[in-house]
């Protein structure tokens, strides 16, 4: 395949993560020959906000109370953002956007707006709201296993007055520790996890978008489209990435979803990334 017809895979992350999470799985890319390109959205990164008062021995007050940079980050800013890295990819070829989680918010987004630089969109374990806004789906059956209150004990300061949502990664708080872990790597070693969750930067926007904000079938609905479902992920459950797979079938009809399935849990083919890279380079011959 020549430089030009090989496809770019452009990596959206999830909530409080960055690009930095997607390093191994690029290490296994590359050794298959693949070319991919991991996103910073907006306020992450080296964008992000770490303070004083977040290292150790952590200023609790302080922490609650520190302006963060993502403050006022709207899902318009990320979507923007990664409109703007896909114009730049596609230049060199066809594009596959793969998002995780909360990313694939931001990806709908985009693929609303320019479906036209999207050659595959990929969402693994990731969010795709069709009937509903992304919200609302935490009250939906599908979402009942998942316990927003289990993060509360590291939530650091008020969101409404910070405009922004800030967690204490850094907790020593054990209880706080195993909800992570069961929420995001239950399966990994205690090291794996606390390696991890040591990549994560504590601020979030609030902003995760509203009606206009679901796959639309006009635009969204014209790409060739794949979930990779995460068959043990407890933060986004089965039953909720099925939902959403039905949701998008029934939207597109002609279109439908081709569905993957990989074990593990919502960070755990970040850890191990051979096999999700594996999958990705089956899929970059789907595109034409």
């Known amino acids: ?15 409080f993560s960055n690009s930095f999470a997607f390093a191994p799985l690029q290490a296994e890319l590359g050794l298959l020959g693949r070319r991919s390109v991991a ?14 008062a977040y290292q ?29 890295i896909l114009e730049r990819a596609k230049q060199n070829g066809p594009v596959i956007l ?17 479906p036209d630089l999207i050659d595959r969109i ?3 374990s990731a969010w795709c709201p069709v009937d509903l806004d992304a919200g609302a789906y935490y009250a939906e059956p599908e979402m009942a296993t998942v316990d927003p209150a ?11 007055e910070l405009g922004l949502l800030r967690v204490n990664f850094r907790t020593a708080d054990p209880a706080a520790l195993a909800a992570f872990k069961a929420a995001f790597l239950a399966d990994g070693t205690d090291e794996e996890f606390l390696t991890f969750l040591n990549t994560f930067q504590p601020d979030e926007n609030l902003d995760v978008g509203a009606s206009s904000d679901r796959a639309r079938a006009e635009t969204w609905g014209r790409i060739p489209k794949t979930y990779v479902r995460l068959a043990d992920d407890t933060s986004l459950p089965l039953a909720l990435q099925d939902r959403l797979i039905r949701e998008g079938n029934a939207l597109t009809p002609d279109n439908p979803y081709d569905v993957r399935t990989l074990e593990g849990s919502h960070l755990r083919w970040l850890v191990q990334p051979a096999p999700a890279a594996r999958l990705l380079g089956e899929l970059a011959a789907l595109v034409r």
């Open 56 to 84: 150790t021995p952590q200023d609790l007050e302080g922490l609650a109370a520190a302006p963060g940079s993502i403050k006022g980050v709207t899902l318009a800013d990320n979507a923007a953002h990664l409109i703007a």
């Open 98 to 114: 793969v998002s995780h989680s909360r990313g694939g918010i931001t990806a709908t987004a985009a693929a609303n707006i320019r």
């Open 39 to 52: 996103v910073d959205l907006p306020g992450h990164g080296f964008q992000a906000t770490y303070t004083h």
């Open 122 to 124: 990929v969402y693994v």
């Open 1 to 15: 395949m020549s430089r030009q017809m090989q496809p770019t895979f452009v990596l959206v992350h999830g909530a």
């Open 150 to 160: 289990a993060f509360a004990s590291a939530l650091a300061g008020n969101p409404a």
